[in-house]
Structure formats: C-alpha cells, structure tokens
C-alpha cells in the first residue's frame, strides 16, 4: 500500500499530471499516518518465544509530521486548482490554448516558427472557435479536410488496392479524435464561432460517414437517450445486464448495437413519447443507409467498402468497446449514482488525444462541462468524489480496460486504481474483490429494487 504500481506516463497532459500528483500525494500521506497509526501493533517474544501483542502510542513528532504534511497538501491542492483555473481563463497571464495533441503550446519553442506560423495561426483559429482553448479543432478540422476528403475523392476516382488500405488505416487513426471533437460539438451544439454557424452545421454531414458515424446518429443516441437514462434499465446501452467480464456477454451487447440500434432507438422515443425525436433519428439512420447503398450499387463498390462501410463497421464496434469499458464498474449498493456507475481515467490516450474522454464520471455529473474544465473540476470535487467511492484509473484507456476485463487481469486493473478514501486501505487482493464485485451482472429482481421508478417505466 502507499505508492502507484506505475510511474507516471512522461506524456500526460500537464493538467492530469497536477491531478495525479496530488491524489498520489494523499495516497503516499495516508500509508505514512497508517504506520504511525495508533493501531498498530508491535510483536514481543519473551524467552520462551512467545509473541505478544504490545500497544504502541505514536511519538508527538510523527503526528505533528504527519498533520504539517496534510495541511501542507490541502494548500497544494488550492493552488493547483488555482493554477488549472488560470490555464483556462483567456484574461490570465497563464492562459494556454490547445493547438495540437501531441505537443501542448509553451514547449513549442522555436523563435521563427512562433513568430512567423505558430502565432499568426493561433491568433487567426481563435477568432473561429466559439471557445479560445479550442485551436485544436481547427487544426484537427483543417487535417480531415486537407486529407480525409482527397483521399476519399481519388478512391472513387482511380481506386487502388494499396491506397484503400493505406487510407482505412489512416482513418482509423482519426477516428477517436473525431469522435470526440464531435462528442464536443453535440453537446456544445457547435464548436466554432456562430459567424461560421453553416458550416458548424454541415460539416458533420461529409465528415460523419468517413468516420464511421451516421448521421446524427450519435446525438440522438448519447444526448438525447443515454444521458437521460444514464446506464438504467431503460438505456439501450446499459450494461448492468451483462457480465462484464465475460466475452460471451460483450458479444451479445456488440452484436445488439450493430444489428438494432437502427430499430430501437427510434422504438426507444416511441415508447418515451417522443415520437418527433423517433421520426428524425430513424429517418437520419435510414437516410444514410439509403445513401451508403446508392454509393455501393451506382457509384464504386470497391471505393464505397474502404471509404464508409469499413469505417462504419470498426466505429460500432469501437464505441460499444468503448461504452463497456466506462460503465464496466457498477456500484451494487447505489448503482444509480453517477458517481458510482461510470469511472475516472487520468490517460494518455483518453486525455491527450481525445479531448479528456477519460474524466467520464465527470462528464455525467454535467454534460455540459467542457472538455478541459474536466481536470479542475474532478480535482474541485475530489471529496466527494472519495466519500462516493468513485473509482480512478490511471495508465490504461477504455479500450485496454475493456481487454483486460475480458481477459479478466483484475490484477493488473488493481494495479492501474488510484485509490480514494477507504480505497487507500484495501491491499492487492481486496481491490480485485472490489472490482469483481463491480462488474456483476445484474438480475431482473435486482433492477426492479435499484432502479424502482426506471425500471416502472420500463414496464
């Protein structure tokens, strides 16, 4: 107990590595009080070598080193949630932008290429974003215009083998990041500045499909729906109704998603009576199907695969993967709290590249927040987010989550827990128990007396 299995990934975003230095902080502050506890106990023998419990009563220096240390990470914890409030404030002198993913904007260092590129296109994409930390999505924008719909065009227009593969790969390499910037774009209802609201508005219409994603698809289904039911009895998404541990059952929910969602969501407002939101979100579904087919017969079929149908068919599976990896843990006592039905992930991969898809308890708490108010809000909560239970993760992404849970390595998942509050005493063996427990799939009785009203409706 005491210390991270890991050491901390030199990639993380300079906001994660603030928070995951303070929570490894009260983690490493927790196993020095536990030693000096009054607790404790220490072992006599006497000559026969017999052991005997002794009471041991902590020196007044190891409980002032002990308090100084606390009080001193509470200050800490204020100025780092200062320190992140200024990173996103356009009026501080400490303000930083988001320009590219893989380098964050102050390390860009070089002179000539800050004056005569770096500046001028940072001052030129604020003016188009709604939001001024958002330079990031023109330049990703900028990338899929400048390569995605080339591509795509020379397919249809001369196809060959090694280009279509060549491009699937490149796809799929964008295919997070998009996700999530549209992620942003859906509950923002835009991202860029409202004089360039047409295009806000079209661009996922010849982005979307590239992506793997029908149209507005995905905000029907994660705003409209999964929000609103947030992983109940109710969501067609929820995976309190599997093991989730077990291939078998993480079949039976990919396979649902890909065979029905076309169906069932618009069944879902239906039912809900919202028989507008039933009529747009099953006519959008159909709508793009109907073009995909139009491509396929009447245009280039070999094109059409590598284009839409390749990405379609690896973007479902993606974000069913990805869903099971964020609703795996349940909690079952209180399996309705946000705080308990989704986790944390202080990532690379979630956080650097994608937007800060790893603070996932946050978003629920308010899928409004924007994407890099996430770090200084899971840290403004923190207590919180201890007395809940909630559940942090760090070095692993949804995606390998998802494997190592199907592998069932709880070992290895234990190892990638930051704990949080009563977390701090479990050893190795108790934090996999713990997990274990989590991942439990539910019974029809149990949904009925979690989620009384939910599941009523339901019926």
Not at 106 to 120: A, E, F, G, V
Not at 315 to 334: I, K, P, S
Not at 451 to 459: C, E, M, S, T, V
Request: glycine share 4%.
């Amino acid at each position: 107990m005491g210390k991270l299995a890991f050491p901390l990934d030199a990639e993380l975003t300079g906001p994660d590595r603030v928070v995951l230095n303070i929570l490894k902080k009260e983690y490493e502050l927790h196993q020095n009080t536990s030693t000096d506890s009054t607790t404790d106990s220490a072992e006599d023998s006497d000559d026969l070598g017999v052991k005997h419990s002794k009471f041991v009563t902590p020196s007044p220096e190891g409980m002032l080193c002990s308090f100084y240390f606390s009080l001193n990470l509470q200050d800490q914890e204020q100025q780092a949630i200062a320190y992140l409030k200024k990173l996103n404030d356009p009026k501080s002198d400490r303000f930083e932008t988001s320009v590219f993913s893989s380098v964050d904007e102050p390390d860009i260092k070089n002179p000539i290429l800050r004056q005569w590129i770096i500046n001028p296109y940072i001052c030129w994409a604020k003016s188009v974003v709604r939001v001024e930390t958002d330079v990031i999505m023109i330049t990703h924008l900028l990338l899929y215009f400048c390569t995605s719909i080339p591509s795509a065009t020379y397919l249809y227009i001369n196809f060959h083998w090694w280009h279509a593969v060549l491009h699937c790969v490149m796809q799929g390499y964008y295919m997070g990041a998009y996700t999530l910037l549209k992620h942003q774009h859906i509950h923002m209802r835009g991202v860029l500045n409202k004089r360039y609201d047409l295009f806000d508005r079209l661009f996922p219409y010849i982005l979307d499909p590239m992506m793997g994603h029908t149209w507005n698809s995905y905000y029907y289904h994660h705003v409209k729906h999964h929000h609103v039911e947030g992983n109940g009895p109710n969501d067609l998404s929820s995976t309190i109704r599997y093991q989730r541990d077990s291939v078998w059952d993480f079949l039976q929910y990919v396979g649902r998603f890909y065979f029905l969602i076309w169906i069932e969501l618009p069944m879902y407002f239906l039912r809900t009576r919202k028989p507008n939101l039933a009529l747009q979100a099953g006519a959008c579904e159909v709508g793009n199907y109907v073009f995909l087919y139009m491509m396929y017969n009447y245009v280039n079929a070999l094109a059409t695969t590598f284009v839409f149908l390749i990405p379609l068919a690896f973007m479902r599976l993606a974000l069913m993967t990805g869903n099971w990896g964020q609703h795996a843990f349940v909690d079952e006592v209180e399996p309705d709290s946000d705080f308990r039905s989704s986790i944390t992930l202080i990532d690379v991969p979630s956080n650097r590249y994608c937007y800060n898809d790893g603070y996932h308890t946050s978003h629920h708490l308010n899928p409004l927040r924007h994407w890099r108010e996430h770090p200084v809000a899971f840290l403004s909560q923190k207590k919180q987010y201890s007395d809940e239970q909630a559940i942090v993760f760090y070095n692993i992404d949804y995606f390998f989550l998802t494997v190592n849970l199907l592998r069932k390595n709880y070992e290895h998942i234990a190892n990638c827990l930051v704990p949080m509050g009563d977390q701090m005493k479990l050893t190795l063996d108790e934090k996999v128990e713990m997990l274990k427990r989590k991942t439990r799939k539910f019974t029809e009785q149990e949904i009925a007396e979690k989620w009384g009203k939910q599941y009523a409706k339901l019926k």
